[in-house]
């Protein structure tokens, strides 16, 4: 007679494979960016909690030339310790390249330093090496303001953060300077790749 078979009990955890995580408040236009940029076309509406499960799109620049982008549910104070959706997708982010910080900086109510500051507070909270991700922002309704105080937004966002990253001053209803920033990933993509490939730093 044969030995009693062993048993073992495994837990997986599913991570999606993309280049690029959006992270924000609930209702940033996270959602609403991901639709100008690619084919894909997750539900958009204007209350919180739209997004109810992670969806990626393909961002295609030129015809060899594209990345992935993953959306998850918007986070909001205490995400960390389990408030809100957030917090059931965080671990999706933790294997992409870049993260790419949505902000409503056309609103009345939310004030966008704030909202930056709360999400890096709950990135920190949840993983170190994920609040340590490269992070880009990406300053979004501008189309609420009159265009001649664009500029002087998100000069004034981040002026006040002392951000020194990559900020872009976006519409992701209109489109206005999200191709721009879709290039400019593509290209830091790229260049980070092949910094890898040479064993040097791809931020240097």
Do not use: C
Not at 127 to 150: F, G, I, V, Y
């Amino acid at each position: 007679m044969g030995d009693s078979g062993e048993k073992r009990r495994l837990g997986l955890e599913l991570k999606l494979l993309a280049d690029v995580g959006l992270v924000g408040l609930p209702n940033a236009g996270k959602s609403t960016l991901v639709r100008a940029l690619s084919a894909a076309r997750p539900k958009v509406a204007d209350y919180p909690f739209t997004t109810l499960h992670p969806s990626l799109g393909v961002v295609s620049i030129e015809a060899d030339r594209s990345f992935v982008v993953a959306d998850i549910p918007g986070l909001i104070e205490g995400a960390a310790e389990g408030a809100g959706l957030g917090i059931r997708f965080l671990r999706h982010l933790q294997r992409t390249r870049l993260l790419v910080h949505v902000v409503d900086v056309g609103g009345e109510t939310e004030n966008p330093v704030e909202a930056i500051r709360s999400i890096e507070s709950e990135l920190a909270r949840y993983s170190d090496s994920l609040s340590k991700q490269t992070r880009w922002l990406a300053l979004n309704k501008l189309d609420l303001l009159p265009r001649a105080e664009w500029k002087s937004k998100v000069d004034s966002v981040v002026q006040a953060l002392g951000w020194s990253g990559p900020a872009y001053g976006i519409s992701a209803v209109t489109g206005e300077g999200a191709d721009e920033m879709a290039r400019e990933i593509m290209s830091y993509l790229e260049a980070q790749a092949e910094a890898i490939k040479k064993g040097t730093s791809p931020d240097s």
